[in-house]
Nanobody, 123 residues
Framework: QVHLVESGGGLVQAGGSLRLSCAASGRTFSNYVMGWFRQAPGKEREFIAGISWTGSSTYYADSVKGRFTISRDNAKNTVYLQMNSLKPEDTAVYYC????????????????WGQGTQVTVSS
């Protein structure tokens, strides 16, 4: 079992930045590929970014490529999502998740999920 807890969400103006954190506990963090997803009201959950076990490889949704950066610190059992140039359409609840498979974007490929953190971007 992996327990994930997100933090760092909040209210920010368009063009601003936020950094989300996701702290993991339980099984060995470095055994898992980590991902970030988001879900806006009335919309389906959307894959945002993924990072390999060591952090050497990353992949992103086109909607955030060039603005968001995923990273991880295995010594701290934490994965991060740096979000720059935020837009109102980035408003959503953001979730981190853990998977055994690299490169996957479907939610069902992820085994463990956090409770989510709200990000609101005002125009």
């Amino acid at each position: 079992q992996v327990h994930l807890v997100e933090s760092g969400g909040g209210l920010v103006q368009a063009g601003g930045s936020l950094r989300l954190s996701c702290a993991a506990s339980g099984r060995t963090f470095s055994n898992y590929v980590m991902g970030w997803f988001r879900q806006a009201p009335g919309k389906e959950r959307e894959f945002i970014a993924g990072i390999s076990w060591t952090g050497s490889s990353t992949y992103y949704a086109d909607s955030v490529k060039g603005r968001f950066t995923i990273s991880r610190d295995n010594a701290k059992n934490t994965v991060y999502l740096q979000m720059n140039s935020l837009k109102p359409e980035d408003t959503a609840v953001y979730y981190c998740a853990a998977s055994s498979v690299f490169g996957v974007r479907a939610g069902h490929e992820y085994d463990y999920w956090g409770q989510g953190t709200q990000v609101t971007v005002s125009s």
